[in-house]
């Protein structure tokens, strides 16, 4: 988890970039989960893995924006 990591002293850039790594962790968690499941609950977690990158997309869009 990010607040394993000690996030005290973190630049933008870097916090950015752990926050990149939790969202893609997250994709291939539901991504894994819609595969092995069925039905409405295939399609929740599809739905969830969408929803996950669509923030890492927001995160790299800000870290673009930091100048990385």
Do not use: C, Q
Request: net charge negative.
């Amino acid at each position: 988890t990010p607040g394993a990591v000690g996030a005290e002293g973190l630049g933008l850039t870097e916090a950015l970039e752990l926050a990149i790594d939790a969202e893609n962790s997250a994709i291939l968690y539901y991504d894994a989960l819609a595969t092995t499941s069925t039905g409405d609950a295939a399609a929740f977690f599809e739905r969830m893995g969408k929803e996950e990158e669509g923030h890492a997309a927001a995160i790299r869009a800000l870290l673009d924006g930091a100048g990385a």
